[in-house]
């Protein structure tokens, strides 16, 4: 999934509260991959860090800080970057009828 979201101006700790809605995930654990960039109205967007977040069955409703950090493999890998990001998730299991099967 991709999101963006609106951006928030001169602010040095932005605060979104926005809800991503909900993801399809066919299988724990997962891995959810979250980019922070800084829009620019004008020339390059500015990469500010990217973290993972882990999923899996035992956890159900959470709410963690992640620490932001370059993406590896790339040109960022060798610039300091660093940052903290809050994010709050819940997961709950829906029952897909399409996999059920009929005899």
């Not at 951006?7 to 959810?32: C, F």
């Not at 940052?83 to 709950?92: D, E």
Request: contains cysteine; negative net charge.
């Amino acid at each position: 999934i991709n999101a963006e979201y609106m951006g928030i101006s001169n602010d040095l700790n932005p605060k979104w509260n926005q809800n991503l809605g909900n993801m399809e995930i066919h299988q724990l654990p997962a891995t959810v991959r979250i980019q922070v960039w800084d829009y620019d109205k004008l020339g390059q967007h500015d990469f500010l860090g990217e973290s993972f977040l882990y999923l899996n069955a035992a956890t159900s409703r959470t709410e963690c800080w992640l620490t932001l950090g370059p993406r590896k493999g790339t040109a960022d890998a060798n610039l300091f970057i660093t940052g903290n990001i809050n994010v709050a998730y819940s997961l709950t299991h829906i029952s897909d009828t399409r996999f059920t099967q009929v005899q």
